[in-house]
T-cell receptor
Framework: NAGVTQTPKFQVLKTGQSMTLQCAQDMNHNSMYWYRQDPGMGLRLIYY???????DKGEVPNGYNVSRLNKREFSLRLESAAPSQTSVYFC??????????????FGDGTRLSIL | QKEVEQDPGPLSVPEGAIVSLNCTYS??????FMWYRQYSRKGPELLMYTYSSGNKEDGRFTAQVDKSSKYISLFIRDSQPSDSATYLC????????????FGAGTTVTVRA
């Protein structure tokens, strides 16, 4: 069971470079999310997509863009990377609503360093 | 002030001890409360889920929610080295709002 797959797993960028983080889920979930995780800050929501064709800003959207390519795929783009964007990025997916049988499923993260 | 506060620890206990973790929150609109477990270099996975106030038990794990005090807890009984992980609390407002607010996470080490 693949679940949520993120690529790449690691990346080092120089300030000002751009890159796209890829995420795909095979659980037929409607909702997908991008988080960043920093020491002492927990997981902070960057963008989310409630369903195919919709995206909304989360808590920390500045410097990022997203694309919900289809129901399976949700990408995160850094147009001009900054050292403050050094972080671990997690993609997650879920079915609509809340419940023990509808948790957010996370990928294993992309570790991004910006020099 | 953060919406969800969680002591980051770290917490180190001997095998067999009871681990006690907690979070406080400021938003009274939160109704759904979760605990996620995150192993090193992995993504979080849902461990426990509770709706509104009350207790929920699942094996060695017990989750408690006290909405009047805006305080939630997770207890791990008979802790094992395999319980060594970071535990994150998370909460949300309702069935139509699936955005989660996370605590910073508490790192737990269970010593054999």
């Amino acid at each position: 069971n693949a679940g949520v797959t993120q690529t790449p797993k690691f990346q080092v960028l120089k300030t000002g470079q751009s890159m796209t983080l890829q995420c795909a889920q095979d659980m037929n979930h409607n909702s997908m999310y991008w988080y960043r995780q920093d020491p002492g800050m927990g997981l902070r929501l960057i963008y989310y997509s409630a369903s195919e064709g919709t995206t909304d800003k989360g808590e920390v959207p500045n410097g990022y863009n997203v694309s919900r390519l289809n129901k399976r795929e949700f990408s995160l783009r850094l147009e001009s990377a900054a050292p403050s964007q050094t972080s671990v990025y997690f993609c997650a997916s879920s079915s609509p609503g809340q419940g023990a049988n509808q948790p957010q499923h996370f990928g294993d993260g992309t570790r991004l360093s910006i020099l | 002030q953060k919406e969800v506060e969680q002591d980051p620890g770290p917490l180190s206990v001997p095998e067999g001890a009871i681990v006690s973790l907690n979070c406080t929150y400021s938003n009274s609109a939160f109704q759904y409360f979760m605990w996620y477990r995150q192993y090193s270099r992995k993504g979080p996975e849902l461990l426990m889920y509770t709706y509104s106030s009350g207790n929920k038990e699942d094996g060695r794990f017990t989750a408690q929610v006290d909405k009047s005090s805006k305080y939630i807890s997770l207890f791990i009984r008979d802790s094992q080295p395999s319980d060594s992980a970071t535990y994150l609390c998370a909460m949300s407002r309702g069935t139509n709002d699936y955005k989660l607010s996370f605590g910073a996470g508490t790192t737990v080490t269970v010593r054999a």
